[in-house]
């Protein structure tokens, strides 16, 4: 059975600094592209950050200069590090696996983690 659990969320003022952490279990870790993507209220799920099982990175316009994603093959964790948070960033945020290549595509994504609060106050 996979399993994605996401940890790392919370409450925080602009400008501070949040790690979101994400761990899997049940596959093939390195086999897979992982992602990270969000939901505000209201809004549909948008994307994030995604890293390739070839450590290629790619990021939402909106957070390319603040946030950054990494893995750890050998703890099948992904990290996703966001600096300078703003309000707008204040979201549900989910962390998703897909088998094989990085899309920006939420469908895409076949597994998924219960999502993590992240609330930004101004």
């Known amino acids: 059975q996979v399993q994605v659990v996401e940890s790392g969320g919370g409450l925080v003022q602009a400008g501070d600094s949040l790690r979101l952490s994400c761990a899997v279990s049940?596959?093939?870790?390195?086999?897979?592209?992982m992602g990270w993507f969000r939901q505000a209220p209201g809004k549909e799920h948008e994307f994030v950050a995604a890293i390739g099982r070839d450590l290629v990175t790619y990021y939402t316009d909106s957070v390319t200069d603040r946030c950054t994603i990494s893995r750890d093959n050998a703890k099948n964790t992904v990290i996703l590090q966001m600096d300078s948070l703003k309000p707008e960033d204040t979201a549900v945020y989910y962390c998703?696996?897909?088998?094989?290549?990085?899309?920006?595509?939420?469908?895409?994504?076949?597994?998924w983690g219960q999502g993590n609060q992240v609330t930004v106050s101004s």
């Open positions: 049940g596959l093939s870790f390195s086999r897979y592209a």
């Open positions: 998703a696996a897909r088998a094989n290549t990085m899309t920006l595509t939420t469908r895409d994504y076949a597994y």
